[in-house]
């Protein structure tokens, strides 16, 4: 194989790499799933939204500013443009960075996402904050060099149900309460 062709060939694989990178990462349409109605919210309720989504544009982002807002080792993300989002009782905002901003609830202290202040119609929620968040499928890591690798396969861990940890069940029957689902 000649140079200029096999260089040809070499830039069209890193192009098409490239282009997999961005619809990860922004959700590029002309890649796009089918969309879902999804909701989800904080924690106390407050702030509640609906969003047409694409179950498979997940990920996790390892940054440490996504650390940091989300107090864990990672932050499992959707994107999702703006425009589908619809809030019922508007988020706060923290402006995390000169170039970013989180919704969260200041009531109860759900972090609910991620955007840049320009420049985007695009926003990322974060998929605990979903009412069921069993559709989504992460399809990439992000913010690599502040991954902690020993928490991302745990499945040969112990596990233990909440449900079944009796000084938790105690707690919650003393409060007279059911724990939250």
């Known amino acids: 194989m000649s140079f200029p062709k096999r260089n040809r060939l070499r830039n069209a694989i890193i ?7 961005s619809y990860s990462i922004c959700g590029d349409k002309s ?4 969309k879902i109605e999804k909701s989800g919210g904080c924690q106390c309720r407050r702030v509640r939204y609906t969003v047409q989504v694409d179950p498979k544009d997940a990920y996790l982002c390892h940054c440490r500013m996504c ?11 959707v ?12 988020p706060d905002f923290y402006r995390s960075s000169p170039i ?9 202290g759900t972090p609910l996402g991620f955007r840049f202040l320009e420049g985007s119609d695009k926003m990322d929620l974060t998929i605990g904050s979903f009412d069921d968040p069993s559709d989504f499928v992460p399809k990439h890591h992000f913010g690599a060099e502040s991954l902690h690798e020993a928490w991302l396969d745990t499945s040969a861990l112990p596990r233990m149900r ?3 940890y009796e000084v938790l069940v105690q707690k919650w029957a003393e409060a007279g309460a059911e724990p939250p689902e």
């Open 162 to 164: 909440s449900d079944e």
């Open 79 to 90: 994107g999702v443009l703006c425009a589908d989002v619809a809030w019922d009782g508007e």
């Open 31 to 34: 890649l796009a799933m089918a």
């Open 15 to 21: 192009l098409k790499r490239r282009k997999r990178l």
């Open 67 to 77: 650390q940091r807002a989300t107090g864990g080792v990672a932050a499992a993300f």
């Open 100 to 108: 970013a901003e989180r919704p969260f609830c200041a009531q109860c």
